[in-house]
């Protein structure tokens, strides 16, 4: 009988199960060639620029509740480069000085805002414009004031911007009624809605839709424009 030979066991080495490569964000090519960015980047990078917006975004002076505060004025020929800053390029600096220095019917919204750094003040600048062009005409054998609504624009960064509009346009048509203009015309493309919104909710009314344009006229013989805010 053979003799039962010891069984030693041999130890096995565990070793651990190697880390799986961490997934990357790939970019997925898009049909025809182009790669596409996945949404999660593109909600980051979203979310990113609007941080970096709201660092860079001035700060406004604002009263012991909290409210913006700024001032309802007459233009002047000094605010000429602040409103077209505030207009853009689709208006030319030469029309926009037109406009200021032959009229006293524009109006502008002023406020002060500061920088994000420490060593920026405060500063007065214009933030929002009404433009009008007045005329006189001859009107059946009668001298008229009539006056064309040019645009109304408010920086994208006012707290409250359609309500800043809004008190633009009325106190453009308060400050045409007391310089004795009759009428006010404006013309609106057809799909700019928010502009038409905004003519109607302050006094416009459609006259006739042609070629794809609005036309809208405020009576102020029988209107009585008011901006709800003192007109400086």
């Not at 928010?194 to 070629?211: A, I």
Request: hydrophobic share 40%; net charge positive; aromatic share 4%.
């Amino acid at each position: 009988m053979q003799s039962a030979q010891a069984f030693v066991a041999t130890p096995v080495l565990f070793q651990p199960r190697p880390a799986l490569p961490r997934p990357t964000t790939r970019v997925r090519p898009a049909r025809g060639g182009r790669r596409v960015k996945p949404a999660r980047l593109v909600m980051q990078e979203s979310a990113r620029a609007g941080k970096e917006k709201k660092k860079s975004a001035p700060l406004f002076a604002r009263d012991i509740k909290g409210n913006f505060v700024w001032n309802l004025r007459s233009a002047a020929p000094q605010d000429i480069a602040g409103i077209s800053n505030v207009i853009g390029p689709g208006l030319p600096d030469s029309i926009v000085a037109s406009l200021v220095e032959d009229s006293t019917c524009c109006v502008v919204c002023d406020t002060s805002i500061k920088g994000r750094k420490e060593s920026e003040g405060y500063r007065n600048v214009v933030m929002g414009a009404a433009l009008v062009d007045v005329a006189i005409v001859l009107r059946e054998s009668n001298i008229v004031k009539q006056a064309d609504f040019i645009t109304v624009a408010a920086h994208p960064d006012l707290p409250d911007g359609d309500m800043v509009r809004r008190k633009l346009v009325l106190g453009c048509l308060k400050k045409m009624k007391e310089e004795g203009v009759s009428e006010v015309t404006s013309v609106v493309a057809e799909e700019n809605e928010s502009r038409l919104q905004l003519l109607k909710s302050c006094l416009f009314k459609e006259k006739s839709r042609s070629e794809g344009r609005v036309n809208l006229v405020c009576n102020l013989g029988m209107e009585n424009p008011d901006p709800e805010k003192k007109l400086l």
